[in-house]
């Protein structure tokens, strides 16, 4: 019995990590797109309704999740932390930084490049799969750099 309930721990585990983004924190989700060389979706969220629900229904759609696993390090900032980060090599709480950043809508996204450097506005509240997957490609294939987001939906056809 107890090997049949282990067994069925195991594979619930398992079933998570399969169905479940990984989430870094500041400091490793930089050093990994570095590493990388991929973007960064700075996912600025606490367990709020809308922040569980972009979670869930956006970031775990197939081809959302598909693209984000290839293409970004997400990196998880709740606006209400005390937790300690280092950025631009000075030690603040998480929630200053965002002061800093005046965010005033949870949840919210940033894209960074993979140095670290703010790519693009700012994705305000919760937007289903089929709006966000347009902007991940938009990212990701650098059209941020040449094309505003309007004139990339024309050339896509969208």
Do not use: W
């Not at 569980?52 to 970004?72: R, Y």
């Amino acid at each position: 019995m107890k090997k049949i309930l282990l067994s069925f721990i195991l594979l619930l585990i398992s079933m998570k990590n399969a169905f479940s983004l990984e989430f870094f924190d500041y400091k490793r989700g930089l050093l990994k797109a570095k590493i990388e060389n991929k973007h960064v979706l700075l996912n600025v969220c606490d367990n709020s309704y809308y922040c569980n629900k972009l979670e869930k229904d956006s970031f775990n759609n197939q081809n959302i999740k598909n693209i984000l696993e290839e293409k970004f390090v997400i990196i998880k900032i709740n606006p209400l932390s005390n937790n300690l980060i280092t950025v631009n090599n000075k030690i603040i709480f998480e929630k200053d930084y965002l002061e800093n950043l005046k965010i005033d809508v949870i949840p919210s996204i940033y894209f960074m490049n993979s140095n670290g450097e703010f790519i693009s506005g700012i994705i305000k509240g919760f937007i289903p799969p089929d709006k966000l997957g347009p902007i991940l490609e938009y990212i990701y294939t650098d059209s941020y750099k040449t094309l505003k987001f309007k004139d990339f939906l024309s050339k896509k056809g969208n």
